[in-house]
């Protein structure tokens, strides 16, 4: 897993820094309702998964941010057929605005604090058809 999380990433971090945006906006819509694969969600755990991208992260050579890690465990997560969204929010901090990714599985954050989605405010979720105005 700690291999896979560490190639995904890198493959990510490239996409998003040196490709144009049209080439990878679909990476942030929510998913279609799919057929969960019930067996895999409920044998998977999500923090093997989380600690995965977070260890490949810490021996990356740039440091990726969390959309990147988000991104990152969402492809994983795709590929295991358990349907995800990502999430973006901002906040104020004193001068300057923060802005943070995370991923939600049937509404419950899994790669950070559960308090975070009321930390932030949220971006709508991405739909297919306001996606193709960006």
Same mark, same amino acid.
């Given at each position: 897993? *700690?291999? #896979?999380?560490?190639?995904?990433?890198?493959?990510?971090?490239? /996409?998003?820094?040196?490709?144009?945006?049209?080439?990878?906006?679909?990476?942030?819509?929510?998913?279609? !309702?799919?057929?969960? !694969?019930?067996?895999?969600?409920?044998?998977?755990?999500?923090?093997?998964?989380?600690?995965?991208?977070?260890?490949?992260?810490?021996? $990356?050579?740039?440091?990726?941010?969390?959309? %990147?890690?988000?991104?990152? *465990?969402? $492809?994983?997560?795709? %590929?295991? $057929?358990?349907?995800?969204?990502? %999430?973006?929010?901002?906040?104020?901090?004193?001068?300057?605005? !923060?802005? $943070?990714?995370?991923? #939600?599985?049937?509404?419950?954050?899994?790669?950070?604090?559960? !308090?975070?989605? /009321?930390?932030?405010?949220?971006?709508?979720?991405?739909? #297919? #058809?306001?996606?193709?105005?960006?």
């Amino acid at each position: 897993m *700690l291999t #896979e999380a560490w190639l995904t990433l890198s493959w990510i971090d490239f /996409t998003v820094s040196f490709l144009p945006y049209s080439r990878w906006k679909s990476w942030l819509l929510i998913q279609p !309702d799919v057929k969960t !694969d019930q067996a895999a969600a409920t044998s998977l755990s999500f923090k093997q998964l989380v600690w995965s991208v977070n260890a490949a992260a810490s021996h $990356h050579p740039r440091k990726p941010t969390c959309l %990147r890690r988000s991104l990152t *465990l969402k $492809h994983m997560l795709q %590929r295991r $057929h358990i349907p995800t969204d990502l %999430r973006i929010g901002i906040r104020k901090n004193s001068s300057q605005i !923060d802005a $943070h990714a995370w991923i #939600e599985h049937a509404g419950i954050v899994i790669n950070d604090s559960p !308090d975070i989605a /009321t930390s932030y405010s949220q971006f709508p979720v991405l739909k #297919e #058809e306001l996606l193709r105005h960006l």
